[in-house]
C-alpha cells in the first residue's frame, strides 16, 4: 500500500479545501487498500500561541486591513537574489514552532508529500532534497498566481492552474520539467450533472426565477447581508438569492431576518461540504475570488461578479477572469447593482459568460494531480 499525505494550512479555507479534494479524488480512484492518503493541517500540528499570531492574525488583517495585505503580498513576493532580513525572520519564527508536524510525518512515514499550502513547502524544502520523508514531493499552488512562497526548488513537482502561471513558476528559477497545468483541484462532486430547474425545486425555490449565489467563503469574511437587502431594493426584476455564509454564525442570522422581509426569495445556508448543489441552482455568483472559490464556480459555469476583491491573490484571480470573460470587478454598491442587473436583463450575455466559465474549468484537477505524483 502507498501513502500520500497532503498538507494544508487552515489560513483561510482554500488550502484546506484542496486538500481534502484530493483526499476524496484518492477515495474515488483507488482501493484503500492499494493507496491511503493522509490530511494534515499544519496549523493543527503547531501551539496555539502560533495559530493566534500566524492563523488569526492572517485572517484578521484580510478582514479589516485588506490594503495592508496587499502591500505584504507585494514585498514578500520577491526572488532568491532579493532575500531579506523580514523573511530570514519569518522562516526562523515559523521553524521554531514546525518540529511537532515534522514528527506526525515521520511516524506516519509516507510515500509521497503534497503541499497545498507554502509554509510547510518551505520548511520541508531541505527535506525534500534529501528525500528525508518521503521519495516525491509535490506542491499545489492553490491561486491563479504564482507568489514567491510557492517557489521551493528542490521540490519534484508543481501543479499550477494555468499557463501563465507555468511561466511565472518557470521565470522563477523551476524546471519546466517540473511543472505540470492541471488546474487546482475541487472535490469529485463537482463532475456531477445538474438539472437546475430540479435542483431549484429541491432546495424549495421557483424554477423559473433566476437565482444568484452570494458567498462569503469558508470562514464567512464579507458582509453580503448589507448588499442583499440593496440588491431587493434597487433591482426591479424579480429573482431569489442563495446565500452561503460559511461559520460566520452572526452574518447567517442577520440574513434570515432579512428573508423575512423578502419570503420565499432568499435561502441562507451556512457552512457546507455540497456547495455544488447550491451552486448547480445559480446563474451567476457574487463573491470573493479565491482560488477554490473561483475554480468551484468556473467548473458549474457561474460567471463571477466580484467586490472589492483583496489584493494580491484575489486580486489577481479577479483580473484573470475578467480578462477571459468570465467576471466583473466593481468598487462599490451602485457599481454591484449595475453589473448584476446587467446579467439578469442581458441572457445574451449572461450565456456567453456562462461558457467563458465552463472553457476555463478543471474539475477533474485532482484526478490528474494524484495520477501524475502516483506516475500513472
Known amino acids: 500500500m502507498k501513502k500520500i499525505i497532503v498538507i494544508s494550512g487552515s489560513t483561510g479555507g482554500g488550502h484546506v479545501s484542496a ?45 479589516f486591513f485588506p490594503s495592508i495585505f496587499g502591500y505584504l ?35 506516519i512515514k509516507p510515500d509521497y508529500i503534497i503541499f497545498t499550502h507554502f509554509l510547510p513547502a518551505e520548511h520541508l524544502n531541505k527535506a525534500a532534497l534529501k528525500k528525508k520523508y518521503a ?41 519546466k520539467d517540473k511543472i505540470h497545468i492541471t488546474g487546482i483541484p475541487i472535490a469529485p462532486g463537482f463532475t ?70 423578502y419570503p420565499g426569495r432568499i435561502k441562507a445556508v451556512g457552512f457546507t461540504n455540497e456547495v455544488q448543489k447550491y451552486m448547480a441552482a445559480c446563474e451567476f455568483a457574487v463573491t470573493k475570488t479565491g482560488g477554490l472559490t473561483t475554480s468551484e464556480c468556473l467548473a458549474m459555469g457561474l460567471p463571477i461578479i466580484t467586490l472589492n476583491p483583496i489584493p494580491g491573490q484575489e486580486e489577481k484571480n479577479a483580473y484573470y477572469l475578467l480578462e477571459n470573460g468570465a467576471a ?8 454591484l ?6 446579467l439578469l436583463n442581458n441572457r445574451e450575455l449572461l450565456v456567453k459568460m456562462q461558457k467563458n466559465a465552463l472553457r476555463l474549468a478543471t474539475p477533474k484537477a485532482g484526478e490528474n494531480i494524484l495520477n501524475t505524483v502516483l506516475g500513472e
Open 328 to 335: 466583473f470587478i466593481t468598487s462599490d454598491l451602485i457599481g
Open 135 to 175: 521519495t516525491k514531493y509535490a506542491v499545489v499552488v492553490t491561486d491563479f498566481d504564482v507568489h514567491s512562497l510557492w517557489v521551493q526548488e528542490n521540490m519534484d513537482l508543481f501543479f499550477v492552474a494555468n499557463e501563465e502561471s507555468a511561466l511565472r513558476l518557470a521565470n522563477k528559477g523551476i524546471n
Open 19 to 63: 486538500a481534502n479534494s484530493l483526499q476524496l479524488y484518492a477515495e474515488k480512484m483507488f482501493n484503500k487498500k492499494k493507496l491511503q492518503v493522509i490530511h494534515i493541517d499544519v496549523i493543527k500540528h503547531m501551539s496555539l500561541f502560533f495559530k493566534k499570531v500566524y492563523a488569526d492574525t492572517y485572517i484578521n488583517i484580510i478582514k
Open 192 to 261: 456531477d450533472h445538474y438539472n437546475k430547474e430540479e435542483v431549484k425545486a429541491r432546495l424549495g425555490l421557483s424554477p423559473k426565477l433566476d437565482t444568484v449565489l452570494l458567498m462569503t467563503g469558508a470562514y464567512g469574511v464579507g458582509r453580503i447581508d448589507s448588499f442583499t437587502e440593496h440588491l431587493f431594493k434597487n433591482i426591479d426584476k424579480e429573482f431569489q438569492v442563495i446565500a452561503l455564509t460559511g461559520k460566520n454564525e452572526k452574518l447567517s442570522e442577520s440574513l434570515k431576518k432579512i428573508e423575512k422581509k
Open 73 to 107: 503580498y507585494k514585498f514578500t513576493d520577491h526572488g532568491k537574489d532579493k532575500k531579506v532580513v523580514l523573511q530570514e525572520m519569518r522562516y526562523h519564527f515559523e521553524e521554531f514552532f514546525s518540529k511537532r508536524f515534522k514528527r506526525v510525518i515521520k511516524r
Open 337 to 342: 447593482t449595475y453589473r448584476f442587473q446587467k
